[in-house]
């Protein structure tokens, strides 16, 4: 296996079970992400990219096929990945603070408080430390779950529509500072997200999945450097390509 493959998914199916009735969520997925690669997943609603991240995530492990990380079976959850969750999922009772602490394992008292402090900084979200989560908007609770997932600093980062409850402006800010951070740490990425202009804005690649069950249907290469113009002309054809996949019964 090559040293660049950290993500291998092979032959990757799952089928949920309610009340008596199968629900195949995935189908037959064969998979790569390299070591600090960017990957966008888009697809339509229910199409499986939440049961995918959270597989790779270690949180489900009802499945048929193999998935590796580094050469290893996901046997669960670890501290190598950072997850985002598609809703913000805080504890009400902590604090914003305490919430992002809850999460970081390490350094003294001081250090995780300038760590936590710096993340804060980073999502825009500084003096919001002794807030609760009730007293948050939906975009300002998603950008503490973002802190929370970076402070651990990830090997793997799986974003599950991270920027979806964010009004335009914010959202776009915070996928520029998304392109910093990566620039900086690296981290490989897996992004799931409705955006295609925000695939192809962050993506090395952009994988485009079927209706449910899910399949891998395209992929396509970004291959245009970073930070990217989203004027630019084969920025704008590969997003005509990549919404025409997605929507091909329109025509
Ligand atoms: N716990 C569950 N029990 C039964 N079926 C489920 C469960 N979770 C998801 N499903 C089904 O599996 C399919 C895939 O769900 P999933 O949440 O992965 O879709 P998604 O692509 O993330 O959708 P969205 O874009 O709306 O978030 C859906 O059809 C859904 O109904
Ligand atoms: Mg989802």
Redesign the pocket.
Known sequence: MSEQRQVAITNLSKT???QGCD?P??ENICLSVMRHEILSVV????????????IISGLDTEYTGMVTIEGKKVAGAGRDRGIVF?EPRLLPWLTVQKNIEFALQKGNREERERIIADHLALVGLTGFEKAYPGQLSGGMAQRVAIARALVNRPRILLL??PFGALDALTRLKLQKEFFRIWEQERTTIVM?T?DIEEAVYLGDRVIV?SD???TIKKEFFIDLPKPRDRSNRVFLRLKGEIYREFHNDLG
């Open positions: 949920y079970h309610n629900v969520a995935l697809g339509s609603s229910g199409c499986g990219k939440s049961t995918l991240l959270r598609q599950d529509e799931v409705h999945m449910r069950p899910g």
